[in-house]
Each structure stands twice: as structure tokens, then as C-alpha cells.
């Protein structure tokens, strides 16, 4: 998507929950992948921001989410929510009900 010029957010926890990378390690983490040009794998990083989540939880409660994550996804053509522990929990509630 930075490719063509298209913004894009990445967004991360402050604080560790389960294995998901926090945002102190995801700013380590990307400025460690960048070139000497500053280019992810070639691709110009000026479109790339990172944002904390506002969340502190193995899942992404949107009624929390930090001011600046809010402002950035306000104006985005798309928006990707991804979190291994939500999908797992979204499953098992779907499964209890089942049986309930």
C-alpha cells in the first residue's frame, strides 16, 4: 500500500499482552528494517505511521482506543484490526453458546 502511496497506520499496545508486539518494540522493530535511505524493503517509509492503540488488553476494545489512533483511522480508506487472542476468544464464545 506504501507502494502507491497510500498512508498507512501500524498500531500496537503499550503494554505487553500474551506474545502481541508492544509499541516501544514495533518503533525498534521498524526502525531496525529500514535502510539507510529510510525505505522499508525498498519502499519510501515517509507514508508509514505508527500509533499506540490505547489498549492494554489481548483484544482490541475500540471504546478505548488512543486519541491519535482515533484521529489516523478517522480519515483512512481502510482500516485492518488484526490480534491472534480475538479471534481464539471470538471462537470459544461462539462454541460455549453452543452449548449453552
Known sequence: ???FSM???LAANDLPSINDV???ELIEIISKLKDEHGQLMGV???NLLISNSGNDLPVIDLSRVSEEL????SD???VVLEGMVGSYQLRKLV???SIL
Open 7 to 9: 498512508q498507512v497506520v
Open 70 to 73: 482515533a484521529y489516523l483511522a
Open 1 to 3: 500500500m506504501m507502494a
Open 95 to 97: 462454541e460455549l453458546k
Open 22 to 24: 508492544t509499541y516501544p
Open 76 to 78: 483512512a480508506d481502510l
Open 44 to 46: 519510501d517509509t515517509s
